[in-house]
């Protein structure tokens, strides 16, 4: 392989940016919540709508399109021994409440952008070369995350959960996914897992949502540790009553005993020692909810991650053990306490960091080695095959709200650096 031939395939990579941020504009106005804010849950009518708009874009790439029991939707260009696994990309396009338009939209569009460089830059693929849409990466309707990757990666606890899971509003999963097109004539869902090694690679296109890149004028992040996220719900229990009448002495206020473990959510991270461990109570419930009755229910979700795994752990029993010491003291009951998930880190492949960091260098952009502290579908797809993730700047480091930005420029070094990255795994 001579250099000259490396250059020119590089300098033949063209990313048509204006197309790209019209779609990625486009995409975010199939949402619930007014712009600049986007939310799009699952299997909702906007998320209908968008799935449609993806497989439109997949067809007019000239990727032949098929969808699997819970609309995990895959769009292949057949290469020249497709006998081989394929190399696959890709990401999701749900969005929680008041969230942004870039994550996990720039790795669906900007994957989809990577075959249409390749294409126009003649490259042939020895590989197929798939690109993936992932159903359901949030948690919000279903309480779960990464749900289509979980299944792909053969979750028979999570395939036999989902025959039973109801959303907030007691729709069934099933029901939901009905109402979308999916999950017709079905006993289970073990249609949907992937067997080991379907796929030679996996690696995902991403916004960094953290402020490293940008602050140091870094255009490319090439990931290599996904942190390990864990999720509990809490239910307190306690008899209420009237906000007047029932002195401080005779009372056990569920909300009270949701404060005090808030708090204690965040002592034991702290406690650990490092930067790395962090802590989230998102959700905070109280019952009935009336400014003049004593909560006589309250329900925590709580999200915590770390790069160390046991770390994490031991925060998750330090969380345990402070809620039933809370409950003792405040006489409530803890009725609940549910460990949703429990994931462990997962490490990127040696050759794909390789493969992405040439691909870097041969395209002149600056790069740097880093972990992701947010997760992904990544961390599931790593389960059956080796996996990487390119991170790209965003601005201040902003996601999971309206502010979330990140340039057409940035974006279109990523869908470079994707592409090359695609082409070189293709090869091997
Ligand atoms: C993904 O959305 C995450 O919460 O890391
Ligand atoms: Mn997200
Ligand atoms: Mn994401
Ligand atoms: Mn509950």
Redesign the pocket.
């Known amino acids: 392989e001579s250099n000259s031939f490396v250059t020119d395939f590089v300098s033949s990579l063209s990313v048509d940016t204006q197309t790209l941020q019209n779609q990625i504009d486009e995409l975010s106005t199939f949402s619930d919540t007014p712009a600049p804010s986007v939310t799009r849950i699952l299997y909702s009518e906007k998320d209908v709508l968008a799935r449609r708009y993806i497989k439109n874009l997949m067809g007019l790439a000239g990727l032949s399109v098929r969808e699997d029991a819970v609309g995990n939707i895959f769009g292949t260009w057949t290469g020249d021994e497709p006998e081989l696994p394929p190399v696959a990309t890709g990401s ?1 396009i749900d969005a ?1 409440p008041y969230s942004g338009k870039y ?2 939209v720039i790795g669906v569009l900007g994957a989809i952008e990577a075959i249409n460089v390749l294409k126009r830059s003649g490259f042939k693929p020895k590989r197929s070369l798939e690109v993936i849409m992932f159903t359901s ?3 919000t309707r279903f309480g779960i ?1 990464c749900l289509g990757s979980r299944l792909l990666a053969g979750s028979e606890t999570l395939a036999n959960n989902l025959m039973s899971t109801v959303d907030g509003q007691n729709t069934s999963f099933l029901d939901a996914a009905r109402s979308a097109g999916y999950a017709n004539n079905l006993d289970d869902l073990s249609s949907v897992f992937l067997k080991k090694g379907s796929y030679s690679a996996f690696i995902e296109l991403h916004i960094e ?1 953290g402020p490293i890149l940008e602050e140091e004028g870094t255009s490319i992040g090439v990931v290599t540790a996904i942190a390990a ?1 864990a999720s509990i719900k809490i239910d307190f229990e306690g008899n209420g009553g009237h906000a007047g009448a029932v002195l401080m002495p005779n009372r056990n206020d569920a909300g009270l005993a949701a404060a005090e473990l808030a708090l204690a959510v965040e002592k034991h991270v702290v406690e650990s020692g490092s930067i790395d461990t962090v802590g989230t109570v998102g959700i905070l419930e109280l019952h009935p909810g009336a400014i003049n009755s004593i909560p006589s229910r309250s329900h925590l979700e709580i ?1 915590t ?1 770390d790069i160390d795994e046991k770390r994490r752990n031991i925060v998750i029993e330090k969380i345990h053990q402070s809620a039933t010491t809370i409950a003792n003291n405040r006489r409530v009951r803890l009725s609940e306490f549910k460990i949703i998930n429990q994931d462990p880190p997962a490490l990127s492949d040696k050759l794909i960091i390789e493969a992405t960091e040439a691909a870097s260098k041969e395209l002149n952009l600056t790069h740097k080695k880093m972990i ?5 579908d990544s961390l599931f797809m790593a389960r059956g095959s080796p996996m990487g993730m390119i991170f790209i700047p965003c601005y201040k480091g902003y ?2 709200k309206p502010e979330e930005f990140s340039s057409s420029q940035d974006i279109a070094n990523g869908v470079k650096v994707l592409a090359l990255t695609l082409a070189k795994l293709s090869l091997y």
């Open positions: 999701h929680i994550d996990g990466e949030e948690p995350s949502q996220p999200d991650r992701s502290r947010a997760y992904h996601s999971h």
